[in-house]
């Protein structure tokens, strides 16, 4: 036996010469990965070895170095052996420690030299509480040696019960701290945005009421829990007194999003209705998904297949999605984009679980990247899903309100019609009734007269014909300027362009022979900006009824009777004001002076409709009219009327094409 142990002695150098080189810590760097250059490997196939056994002597030539630049338990019933040496050659020696990146591992010991052949074990791993971790992360820490300048050689005793890299590196502590803490930091975004995510849509769904919400909320919670399980958050904050479930809550996690997933995108792109077979073959997946869930916690237990069985999902849903934006639904684009990133996320990180990828930051965080960004895509899906509701229910709402509005205008259209047909009958009845009075009188006088000229036997019947003469004449005038009125509101409005002077001369013109004319001063102030466009013939007969009753109401006695016309006239309308200084009429006649046959006891001899006819005159063309009038100081009135300058506006019609004339 001793014979033995020398000989092993005489061949350690020789052993000592196949071990990896050991890792050198410098000042230029933070950070040294334990690649398959510095590390040695020993597989325990019957897991009965202890370290007193592995560090001996005896088994340094069974340490071999690493085939591929992490280690790997190929064989996941064994218990691996890691060795590693560190020589700190930097110049201001600082504490350090080593991490392993991989968090779900059932057993993770940690071996430190403590001299005379003895070793110091610090025990890690997801069989125990959390709170059995010398530092509280979600991934192994294991501190050096605190004398660490001199060449040392650690062991790590790894078991895990499924295959899976262990990537182990070896950092300065200010180092951990500056990086633990920004990793922290960016995963408290990103869990932040998965909650606000989940919050919000489900605000949503018990506003809208729609079921495709519900499943994606549970779509969106239950990978944020996955993502807890697969970074080591979960166990850290949510269960970190249940270490068994570390077994179970992975697996029913990606489970239950894998069915929340189908279930959203089957309502939300109405699978059900628009793509039947699909449809049917979804149905049967999330069948065969269940019991392959509840046969892998229970008879195959920690199976593999489980990462190749869940890409189905998302090419179903992926495939959906194409099928229904290739049918016009636009909020399906959305889907498409997101499934496509989502997709290759996963692929990523399923590559590396199957140990097809080697572990690094964007492969170990791509789902976490690509579910966020397909979240936002998604959450876009749903925004555009709501602005089609609110903009089916805005179009209702739009629809309803126009009916209602239209119902509204027909309503009171009909009520005006009706207050109309109401007013021109008792109009009518107004009109037929002073009508048969004013002509009555004539008609009596002529009829009274006649009769009793016949009868009068002297020889003065030309006194009678002069009565009958003038009665009739009046009847003359009555009929004359009633066919005047219909003329006017019966005309056909065509407009002309305005010369206010010229006629005005032609009126003062045909009133030459009346017996107030003589003696009767005219003033025109007329200031014109713009060309004065309007019907001539309604104009005249404006202009023609106002001159005619200036001179007619004068007062004869007055050395200086006049009518000053002020007109002025823009681009918009004309103000026109007929002031004279005649007999003028009391506040009493005022609001009566525009009616149909009216007269005051001055204007006996009067039909009563000149002013009547300038109302409806002004009123055809779309103006207003009024007048102020003192007993013995005179009459003006104002008259506004619009400048149809530009183009053939119809004055009965609220629009007009807009032309400036030639």
Not at 376 to 403: M, Q
Not at 480 to 509: P, S, W
Request: glycine share 4%.
């Amino acid at each position: 036996m001793k014979k033995t142990f020398l000989l092993l002695l005489l061949l350690l150098p020789t052993f000592n010469s196949l071990a990896s080189a050991p890792l050198i810590l410098a000042d230029q760097a933070e950070d040294y990965y334990l690649d398959f250059d510095k590390v040695d490997i020993l597989e325990d196939k019957n897991n009965e070895w202890d370290i007193d056994f592995v560090s001996s002597p005896m088994m340094a030539e069974r340490f071999q170095t690493g085939k591929s630049r992490f280690v790997v338990n190929e064989n996941p019933s064994s218990t691996y052996w890691v060795r590693f040496t560190v020589h700190d050659n930097s110049k201001t020696p600082s504490n350090w420690l080593v991490e392993s990146f991989m968090f779900n591992i059932k057993s993770l010991d940690f071996y430190i030299p403590t001299g005379n052949g003895n070793y110091q074990v610090q025990r890690n791993g997801n069989l125990f509480p959390f709170d059995h971790r010398k530092f509280k992360h979600k991934n192994f820490e294991f501190p050096l040696a605190a004398d660490h300048r001199g060449p040392i050689t650690y062991y790590i005793k790894y078991k895990n019960d499924r295959a899976d890299w262990l990537v182990l590196v070896v950092r300065a502590y200010t180092r951990f701290t500056s990086y633990s803490l920004t990793e922290y930091f960016m995963l408290g975004i990103f869990y932040g945005m998965v909650l606000v995510i989940g919050v919000y849509n489900l605000f949503l769904f018990f506003t809208i009421r729609d079921i495709a919400y519900l499943y994606y909320v549970c779509y969106v919670f239950t990978f944020g829990l996955l993502s807890m399980c697969q970074d080591g958050t979960g166990f850290q904050y949510i269960w970190p007194n249940s270490p068994v479930w570390n077994d179970y809550a992975g697996p029913s996690w990606q489970w239950l999003m894998m069915i929340f997933l189908l279930m959203y995108s089957k309502t939300f792109l109405k699978v059900k209705e628009e793509m039947p077979l699909l449809n049917l073959i979804i149905n049967i997946f999330i069948v065969c998904r269940t019991i392959f869930f509840i046969l892998s916690i229970t008879i195959l237990s920690h199976s593999g297949g489980i990462h190749y069985i869940d890409l189905i999902p998302f090419l179903l849903a992926y495939i959906a999605s194409i099928i229904s934006y290739s049918r016009g639904y636009g909020a399906a684009r959305y889907f498409v984009i997101g499934f496509t990133i989502l997709f290759i996320a996963f692929l990523i990180n399923n590559l590396q679980l199957l140990r097809i990828l080697p572990p690094n930051v964007i492969a170990t965080y791509s789902m976490n990247i690509g579910a966020i960004l397909e979240m936002i895509l998604l959450s876009l899906a749903l925004a555009d899903r709501i602005k089609s509701i609110k903009e089916s229910d805005l179009l209702k709402e739009a629809v309803n309100r126009e009916l209602e509005k239209k119902v509204q205008e027909r309503t009171e259209a009909f009520l005006q019609q009706k207050n109309v047909i109401q007013e021109k009958v008792q109009e009518h009845d107004n009109f037929i009734y002073k009508v048969s009075h004013d002509i009555k009188g004539p008609l009596k006088s002529i009829i009274g007269l006649t009769d009793v000229g016949m009868k009068d036997k002297m020889e003065n019947a030309h006194e009678y014909f002069e009565h009958i003469m003038k009665s009739a004449k009046r009847l003359d005038n009555i009929v004359m300027e009633l066919l005047f009125i219909t003329k006017v509101n019966r005309a056909k409005v065509d407009m002309a362009e305005i010369d206010f002077k010229n006629i005005i001369e032609e009126i003062k013109g045909s009133f030459e022979h009346l017996p107030n004319y003589k003696g009767m001063r005219f003033e025109l102030d007329l200031e014109q900006k713009e060309k004065f466009y309007c019907e001539k013939f309604i104009l005249y007969s404006i202009f023609q009824n106002l001159i005619e009753n200036s001179i007619k109401y004068r007062k004869v006695v007055h050395n200086d009777s006049y009518l000053k016309i002020k007109i002025l006239v823009d681009e918009k309308e004309a103000n026109i004001e007929f002031s004279d200084n005649g007999i003028g009429m009391s506040s009493e006649y005022h609001n009566k002076i525009f009616d149909m046959f009216f007269r005051i006891q001055s204007g006996k001899d009067s039909t009563g409709l000149g002013l009547y006819i300038v109302k409806v005159s002004v009123e055809k063309l779309r103006g207003s009219i009024r007048m102020e009038s003192k007993p013995e100081q005179g009459t003006t009135f104002y008259i506004k009327l619009p400048n149809f300058l530009y183009g053939n506006r119809n004055p009965e019609s609220e629009t007009f094409t807009q032309a400036r004339p030639s």
